[in-house]
């Protein structure tokens, strides 16, 4: 069954760090997220990707955040400058054209851990 | 704006026993889709059920099923002859028909499972 992956599973870094994060999104869906969750809060969602632009983003997503899909495979998150408060679980999630009933399909997270 | 509501932060049920999760949400929209997402210890993000807001029949997998009160706004989740494999966060979700479908969480419920 095809599945959404994310690399790498934990990321240590430290503050004021740029940090890539990678997803590879399920081969034929069209719509690709992130989401974050700091550790014991709600999952918020943070930007979508459609058509090779941003379709929508939260507050969450200001200028230190970025998003690309470089190569038509692999999607990614950016975060130029880490703060303290960027350390969270962050999901990549991907969803097909044809998936009527908007099901997203997560990956199993990227563990970001910023000191 | 969109919200979610899960006003249960925890819950324990027995082996075996049947358990009601809650959820409540507020929209405008007459077009959206609803889901629980479960995340197990290892906050993997796992579809339970979706629920299309213009069917009227309550959506049913397996153990899982809903109780859809669209009047009330209500979307609770219910989980028959639980199971040990049952414990984990339980999230529920809104998204808008008409958005890119990001989604909005609710902040969680921690469901326990007592032998």
């Known amino acids: 069954e095809p599945e959404v992956t994310q690399t790498p599973s934990h990321q240590v870094t430290q503050m004021g760090q740029e940090v890539i994060l990678r997803c590879v999104p399920i081969?034929?869906?069209?719509?690709f997220y992130w989401y974050r969750q700091i550790l014991g809060q709600k999952v918020e969602f943070l930007v979508s990707?459609?058509?090779?632009?941003?379709?929508?983003k939260s507050e969450i997503f200001d200028d230190q955040f970025s998003v690309e899909r470089p190569d038509g495979s692999n999607f990614t998150l950016k975060i130029r400058s880490t703060k303290l408060e960027d350390s969270a679980m962050y999901f990549c999630?991907?969803?097909?054209?044809?998936?009527?009933?908007?099901?997203?399909?997560f990956g199993p997270g990227t563990r970001l851990t910023v000191l | 704006a969109q919200t979610v509501t899960q006003s249960q932060p925890e819950m324990s049920v027995q082996e075996a026993e049947t358990v009601t999760l809650s959820c409540t949400y507020d929209?405008?929209?007459?077009?959206?889709?609803l889901f629980w997402y479960k995340q197990p210890p290892s906050r993997q993000m796992i579809l339970v059920i979706r629920?299309?807001?213009?069917?009227?029949q309550n959506a049913t997998e397996n153990r899982f099923s809903v109780n859809f009160q669209k009047a009330a706004k209500s979307f609770s989740l219910k989980i028959s002859d639980s199971q040990l494999g049952d414990a984990a966060m339980y999230f529920c979700?809104?998204?808008?028909?008409?958005?890119?479908?990001?989604?909005?969480f609710g902040k969680g419920t921690k469901l326990s499972v007592k032998p």
């Open positions: 979700a809104y998204t808008s028909g008409g958005s890119q479908g990001n989604l909005i």
């Open positions: 990707f459609y058509n090779n632009e941003i379709s929508e």
């Open positions: 629920q299309e807001a213009y069917k009227q």
């Open positions: 929209t405008s929209e007459s077009d959206y889709y």
């Open positions: 999630a991907s969803r097909s054209w044809t998936s009527g009933r908007n099901e997203q399909f």
């Open positions: 081969s034929n869906h069209l719509y």
